[in-house]
């Protein structure tokens, strides 16, 4: 699979883009905060529905717009696929893929897979649980379409279940209704578990390897699941907890305080790791997901570097660079200077200036 070309209007600090991609590695290349990162972003808007900044539409569509739009066009499997997205500062999205509105975002998720990789997901070791939890739901999301309606449900029913220990402080007769919400967030969370779970095993059969050679074989790294509850325990601990969560007024218990673990030569790097060995863990887990997405769909992911390289060390350069030969990729850094002295292949050169474009020879890079 792979993008043909990308279309935007009134898109951050894009009035009008029309660009076409290589098959291969794509460079975008400028100063700072002239857009490079924006064309990512749609991208992986029309892949997830979701910005990977956490950004409301409102605050993506162009300030003096009302509305902003991105159209995708795709090759896969040898059909042309066009995704329409539609965003608007005071409504909910609206998106088509060829000419057809879809109404639930299961629609979309999985159609066009993409591997973001950002200076951010090299601090993804030692951040906070939240952090790694969002990754393995956004892969999870991409990949497997009964896991996005699992999580969805679950969280909606959190959100309903937190706000009624909130409203039974002013009336504590409510409490006769808790376990009603307690019955469904049992139900979708156990799913969640066992996923996260059989995800956790899966990649568990790539990242050693990958880790392995990262490492010039110096380390052996696992991957390791946390669940804050087992789903054999699930429904009774939710129930021991009831007092407390009204106490509280929040959900104390369940899979949306889970964590992942990194266990490198058997020490815990989140905690004990040096900062290149949480890098180097990182970089294996974003390697790992392509392989995984390879596995799962026997389809190339599209690979989006957000100026990774330049956080990286020429061995990790090297080895990140190397390891991307068969899949399309969008790049965007600073300066060429790193595929240059590598001599790593270009296919197309992109320069970005406040929100134009000049398509570069390779001549010219």
């Not at 999205?93 to 879809?102: E, H, N, S």
């Not at 104390?252 to 060995?277: L, W």
Request: proline content about 2%.
């Amino acid at each position: 699979m792979v993008i043909k070309s990308l279309e935007l209007s009134n898109f951050r600090n894009y009035a009008f883009l029309d660009m076409n991609f290589d098959k291969g590695t794509n460079i975008l290349y400028g100063d700072n905060a002239q857009g490079k990162t924006n064309i990512l972003e749609a991208i992986y808007l029309c892949a997830t529905t979701k910005s990977h900044r956490g950004t409301k539409d409102r605050d993506i569509v162009n300030f003096d717009e009302e509305e902003a739009h991105i159209r995708t066009y795709l090759e896969k499997d040898g059909d042309e696929i066009k995704i329409d997205m539609h965003l608007r500062k005071n409504k909910t999205k609206g998106i088509a893929i060829d000419g057809t509105k879809i109404k639930r975002a299961s629609e979309l998720l999985g159609l066009m897979n993409v591997v973001f990789f950002s200076p951010e997901d090299l601090s993804i070791i030692k951040n906070g649980p939240s952090e790694r939890r969002r990754f393995v739901d956004m892969e999870l999301c991409q990949l497997d379409p009964m896991y996005l309606h699992h999580l969805n449900n679950y969280n909606k029913i959190i959100n309903q279940r937190n706000k009624l220990l909130k409203d039974m402080y002013m009336n504590p007769s409510l409490k006769g209704t808790l376990d009603v919400w307690d019955i469904q967030l049992v139900e979708f969370g156990k799913k969640i578990i066992e996923r996260r779970t059989a995800f956790v095993d899966q990649m568990n059969t790539i990242i050693g390897g990958i880790h392995d050679s990262l490492s010039g074989g110096k380390e052996k790294l696992l991957l390791s699941y946390e669940p804050d509850i087992s789903p054999e325990d699930f429904e009774g601990r939710l129930r021991g907890s009831q007092e407390r969560d009204i106490r509280l007024k929040q959900t104390t218990v369940g899979p949306h305080r889970d964590d992942f673990a990194f266990i490198a030569n058997e020490i815990d790097i989140r905690k004990f790791g040096s900062q290149g060995q949480q890098r180097t863990a990182a970089l294996s887990l974003k390697l790992s997901e392509i392989e995984l997405v390879k596995t799962m769909t026997k389809d190339t992911p599209i690979l989006l570097l957000d100026d990774v390289l330049s956080e990286l060390d020429s061995n990790r350069q090297n080895y990140l660079l190397n390891s991307i030969g068969d899949i399309q990729t969008i790049i965007t850094c600073t300066g060429l200077d790193e595929f240059i002295n590598n001599r790593f292949e270009i296919n197309r050169v992109f320069k970005i200036t406040n929100g134009s474009i000049d398509i570069m020879s390779i001549v010219d890079k």
